[in-house]
């Protein structure tokens, strides 16, 4: 590790000197902020608990972040955990953090089929709710959610995750789907719309550098726009790994994704240093190990700077960048697939510092047409 923070040091001069030229007077540990850096590309974002925006991650926050996702907060099952009642607090607390320091707020999620509350498809008897009552659910709900913070959120994940990674098939089975059919996405698309008549509507997925689910989300939202659902945006989720990111896919993808002319949100970036795994499992030997080694810090830190150059590339057409969290100190990748097994996918560290990988990516500022 030490070989690591000498690295980061010498960088950090470098980094400097490219970005304000003669770097004298400055000292070694001047960092620039991430989101004035990118000012004029896109927006920075971090997914954020009511808790952590007051702990001292919320300093990383306020100095280099511009913008805000609930990580859980704003989700059905816990903003809507009863009939008739929402759990307000821990949104409101959200928004005001963010309309305090003069940032964004983005909306995660109206619909997804996880997190979701158990009364939801139920009627009070036990047997599934009809479709017209499903709807009708899913109506009010939006309208209650989406109509409280408007004018307050910029841009909402409307549907998240509804298509399948499975190569044969469309959709991925839900209970949305399999109760309403594909008809309730136009719907809630509209409702949100008009619930929030300002806000910028996105469909949010993740695996989007596979070509074949990429083809698919597409179809999807092209379908949609052709019909006149106001949808405006694509979430490319971004959870990757740095044993499986590759150059090519990830320009191939944004390079598709760009051509649909639609707004671009990368909307929950991390890079694991483990391989990416689709389902839960339990912690084995060998996932008791330090990851953060330097072969896979040193892999981590070029990816993170190839990644960049490509949103670099297709500024025009990417509006944001958010993270899913904020520094290494805590990531939902901690927790999953494999619960108690460290990760450190992000631009900080565990103690709150910029890694090399932060270097690399503010590099790519350089870039700049
Ligand atoms: C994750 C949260 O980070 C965790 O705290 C929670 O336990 C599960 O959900 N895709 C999404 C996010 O759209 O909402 C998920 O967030 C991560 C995957």
Redesign the pocket.
Known sequence: MDIHLRKVSLSAWIVLILLFGNASGQSADTIPSLREVFRNKFLIGA?VSPTNIHSAEGEVLKKHFNSLTA??VM?MGVIHPEPNRYAWSGPDSIAAFARAHGMKFRG??LV?H??TPNWLFRESDGRTVSKEKLLQRLKEHIFAVAGRYRGQIYAW?VL??ALSDDPGTFYTRTPFMEICGEEFIEKIFRWAHEADPNALLFY?D?RETDPVKRKKIIEMVTRLRDKGVPIHGIGL?G?WSIHSLREDELEACLKDFAATGLILHI??LDLSLWPGEPERREIRPEDNVNAYTMANANRQDALYGMIFSKFVKYADAIQAVTF??ITDRHS?LD??PVRGRKDHPLLFDANLQPKFAFWKVVEQARNYK
């Open positions: 997914s990580e859980n989700k995660h999620t997804w996880k997190q994940d998240n995750e949010n993740y989720q959870h909307t929950e899913w969290n939902w927790e999953w």
